[in-house]
């Protein structure tokens, strides 16, 4: 739900979003959840793509919009998991509909909702679930690190927000860009300990900023500032790509608690 609206959001500038959710009219106990946007739509050309891993309908997407083109093979792959179907009708310049459905069974639930909030239960989110299993993996060098500044380049709002999840409990300063020009902009006039720089982002990529930053610290004879690199290709040959563009390391998405703190610690201790 949260990719399917987010691509919704991102690909329609006027108009409207609708999400309903009904009984499946078709299947019993199952649900019919449906997106619908007013925004760009997918010429019928390349409806085919959509799915896929890596692949956006237009390579002028991600030079406009950003994003890695995985949203919705992810999307397709959890619905999948969970028992439902995914598919969608679009008209080019009209819009797009997203449908999904999902396994649903009926429940009684109790009405002493404010007797027993739920907030008294005990039960963690999903999140803070998670984040406790990885603190207890990680080095005591690592937890009581340095108080750092951290830019955090990454056009993806929900990349963003995971990162900072992530280090929330760290006394580290985190500083966001949307996109490379503006990760160049922030460089330039504050004071870094370690860059993660997205490699596809609109406006300016993260190869074209790095390879900028690395310029300009020759230039103005600027110490060296730790980048590195996220992309979704885990290929040798992106490494590489990140390398030559001037990266210091190169990180896959989606990526995990003791990975950034690893590379936090061995780039800034």
Not at 50 to 69: N, W
Not at 136 to 154: F, G, H, Q, S
Not at 177 to 183: D, S, T, Y
Not at 186 to 192: H, M, T
Request: proline share 3%.
């Amino acid at each position: 739900m949260i990719n399917l609206v987010s691509n919704s959001i991102k690909f329609t500038d006027r108009g409207e979003i609708t999400v309903s959710v009904t009984k499946n009219a078709t299947k019993k106990d199952s649900l019919l959840i449906a997106v619908r946007d007013t925004g760009v739509g997918i010429a019928p050309q390349k409806q085919h793509l959509i799915f896929q891993k890596f692949s956006q309908a237009d390579s002028s997407i991600t030079r406009r919009y950003g994003g890695t083109g995985l949203g919705l093979a992810i999307s397709k792959s959890l619905v999948e998991l969970m028992g439902g179907q995914i598919w969608f009708k679009s008209r080019e310049n009209t819009g797009t509909t997203f449908y999904f459905t999902m396994p649903y069974r009926e429940q009684s639930v109790g009405l002493n909702i404010e007797t027993n909030p739920l907030v008294n239960t005990g039960l963690l989110s999903f999140a803070d679930q998670y984040e406790a299993r990885e603190t207890e993996k990680l080095p005591t060098t690592v937890r009581d690190n340095k108080n750092l500044r951290i830019l955090l380049a990454d056009d993806t709002e929900d990349n963003r927000i995971l990162f900072t999840h992530f280090l929330k409990s760290f006394p580290f300063e985190i500083i966001e860009a949307e996109n490379g020009l503006e990760a160049v902009d922030k460089i330039k006039s504050n004071e870094f300990d370690i860059v993660f720089m997205d490699v596809q982002m609109p406006e300016m990529d993260g190869y074209a900023a790095t390879s900028i930053i690395r310029e300009w610290e020759r230039t103005t004879r600027h110490a060296h500032i730790p980048i590195i690199a996220l992309t979704a290709h885990a290929l040798s040959d992106d490494k590489q790509k990140s390398i030559n563009a001037g990266c210091d390391d190169h990180i896959t998405k989606p990526f995990k608690k003791d990975v950034l703190l690893g590379v936090i610690n061995r780039f800034t201790n």
